[in-house]
């Protein structure tokens, strides 16, 4: 196995069909920060939440963010929202920004090229924890590209594997319960 670069920052990790764990089972995880002293930090991006920002919060029901979709961010802090978002340009590599601020937020909900979110919580690894989890074959690191913009939910992750990890594609497709088949 390839030794990871040192910064995994705007790459995908994509669960092991493997990995039960409910917080992470069948997920995409795009990674805004990634440092070996610090740990990582990111947002699973395949967990739509089926509600608009305007739904939950009245106040922003007539703003430019009330059509903000909302996604489940992760485990970790689920009692905030944090926007943030990307857009691919027709040559190179994506535009992928987080933390914005709500005046960023606004702004960018006018750009019908990005493609803004809110991600209620995130999800973290602490110094080691992450390279440790990659060690033990537990996310398959992916390059994050436009079909992130085309799929969602568990489809979005089933593509990711079949185009990066086409060996765990059977697991992928496989029942919880074999039995049943």
Request: hydrophobic share 45%.
């Amino acid at each position: 196995m390839a030794r990871p670069p040192q910064s995994l920052a705007g790459m995908l990790l994509v669960s092991h069909p493997q990995l039960r764990d409910d917080h992470f089972r069948e997920t995409v995880v795009l990674l805004h920060s990634h440092a070996a002293a610090e740990g990582a930090l990111g947002v699973i991006v395949n967990r739509p939440l089926g509600r608009v920002l305007g739904q939950l919060q009245t106040a922003v029901a007539s703003r430019p963010l009330a059509e903000v979709p909302l996604f489940e961010g992760g485990p970790v802090a689920s009692d905030r929202l944090a926007f943030g978002g990307w857009r691919f340009p027709p040559a190179g590599e994506a535009e992928i920004r987080f933390g914005l601020d709500q005046t960023e937020a606004a702004a960018l909900a006018a750009d019908t090229a990005f493609a803004l979110r809110g991600y209620v919580g995130y999800a973290g690894w602490s110094p080691g924890q992450l390279e440790n989890e990659l060690r033990m074959n537990a996310w398959a690191v992916c390059p994050f590209g436009p079909v992130c913009a085309a799929l969602e939910g568990v489809e979005l992750w089933k593509k990711l594997l079949e185009l990066h990890r086409p060996d765990l594609r059977l697991e992928a497709d496989s029942p919880d319960n074999p039995g049943l088949n």
